[in-house]
Structure formats: structure tokens, C-alpha cells
């Protein structure tokens, strides 16, 4: 059994910072690419960043040079540096990875961006 947790969410100032963190437990030999995606109130689930074992990552267009992404692969966590937050941002973000024969999702944290 494996198991994300979230957690970083909340509500934010349009041009602050926040930072997401999701911890993965259970029965783990390795995790393959570690990411990130949000799902916006009446909008499809998007990519947000992705993180490979090897530390390669790729950026949403909309959040490339704001976001950056990261892991520690002995804490099995990966995280979601987001600086200079826009309100077109709010969403719930979800993480998931990938561990070669399945991926998994997180629940999903709720972050909230006024202007």
C-alpha cells in the first residue's frame, strides 16, 4: 500500500510564496518522475512540473521562472516551490509519481490566491 501526502496549501496574497510538499510511504523499492498537477474550479486537471530520478524537470509554460520543483529521494518527498503566486494559480494541486509498475495520487491541496 502507498500512500501521498500533501501538505503547504493555503491562501495566499496575489505576488507571495508558498511551498508544497507531498510525502509518499508504504512499500517503495524506487520512484521514477515525481510531479505536480492542479485542477482549477471548471477546468481539466493540468501539468504543473515533473521531476525525473535524475533530477531533470519540465514546466507548465504558465509557471516556468515562478515554480520550481524538487525532490529528496531519501525522504521520498517531492516539493513545490511557487513564488510570485497569480490568482489565475488557485487550485487544488495534486501530486502524484510514478513507480514503474503504478502511479499514484495524492488528495489534493486546496491553494488560494487573492488579488
Known amino acids: 500500500q502507498v500512500e501521498l501526502v500533501e501538505s503547504g496549501g493555503g491562501l495566499v496574497q496575489s505576488g507571495g510564496s508558498l511551498r508544497l510538499s507531498c510525502a509518499a510511504s508504504?512499500?517503495?523499492?524506487?520512484?521514477?518522475?515525481m510531479g505536480w498537477h492542479r485542477q482549477a474550479p471548471g477546468k481539466q486537471r493540468e501539468l504543473v512540473a515533473t521531476?525525473?530520478?535524475?533530477?531533470?524537470?519540465n514546466y507548465a509554460d504558465s509557471v516556468k521562472g515562478r515554480f520550481s520543483i524538487s525532490r529528496d529521494n531519501v525522504k521520498k518527498t517531492v516539493y513545490l516551490q511557487m513564488n510570485s503566486l497569480k490568482p489565475e494559480d488557485t487550485a487544488v494541486y495534486y501530486c502524484?509519481?510514478?513507480?514503474?509498475?503504478?502511479?499514484?495520487w495524492g488528495p489534493g491541496t486546496q491553494v488560494t490566491v487573492s488579488s
Open positions: 521531476i525525473t530520478s535524475r533530477g531533470f524537470t
Open positions: 502524484n509519481v510514478d513507480l514503474g509498475s503504478q502511479g499514484y
Open positions: 508504504g512499500i517503495i523499492s524506487s520512484i521514477n518522475d
